[in-house]
């Protein structure tokens, strides 16, 4: 029985490499939704030149790895638990539902529907007739440690709320199917090791900036998110696609490794933890200029450390054009 070490031969398994893989559409993904933020230029949301690369057919350099699929695997279980008590509930309408759309070339799948025939009353839920019950979307998605239940929970000195990138997909979604009747989309959270739980309402409303321009926001249980819009998320798709036909590389949105002032502001402002920092401390030594490298201890945006395309982008591309700095390692 000592012959055989089921977990790791189980990983091995997962992290293998695919013989057979078929080509798909070049379509656009919710998940993949980014935008410019108006006010401050910031970036929010997927890299556009992630998403560049997933569509040119770039080779992932930096594929996931056993434990990403275990996470993706508790991920669509908690979906599919969740869905199956909907059923049994009598709420469920439909689940997995893909839709393309045309128009911005964005193709995606709706996690459940659910028809609202429940109401609370005087904190007691009542039935309505079904005729009279909305039909809702729901996006599920699933979360664990201390920064994630910080953000998605909140504490004393700041309210919840969800993750910035799946909010713009769930927007994305219900400014959709709003034009379809839906009122709204909610997103059920559940972190996956100490199982809190929450749930946002997710409502498309129509602003006007100045008195004259329209955008169309998220307002989330009530509070309008100013800084996001359906139309600078479709502008994003409008230049990704704009970089695919000119076959022109996009500039990275995120930072690989940050600078040591950033890596120390960060710490100050807890957006950094001891372990990292102390790890971060530890591995910062002189190494040789002429060698591009990462380092697994360097800090940077979490979008580049689950990036697939890392290797790639940071330092196997020449057309990148910027040099890791001694001080980043
Ligand atoms: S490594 Fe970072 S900047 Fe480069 S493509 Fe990935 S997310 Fe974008």
Redesign the pocket.
Known sequence: MDDINLIELTDQFLERDRTITEERLPHFYPSEARQICEETGEVIGH?L??SY?RLIGIERTDPPNARAYYIFMLGNLVEAFLIERWKEMGIWEQDNVAFYDREYNVSGKIDCFIRSVFVKRDGVYRMRPRNQSPIIGVEVKSFYGYYATKEIMGNQSQDGRPKTNQLLQAFYYAERYSHRGIPGFKMAYLARDSVQRREFNVVPTVTSVGGEVQRTRPRVDGKIFGNISIEAIRESYRLLDQALRADTLPA???I?AYDKATVEAKYAADGVSKSKYDAWTRARKPCDPNVRRMHKDSIG?W??SY?N??QH??VDNDEAGEEITLDQI
């Open positions: 890299c030149r992630a690369y990275r949105d995120y690989r945006d979008q580049c990036c395309y890392q982008c940071w």
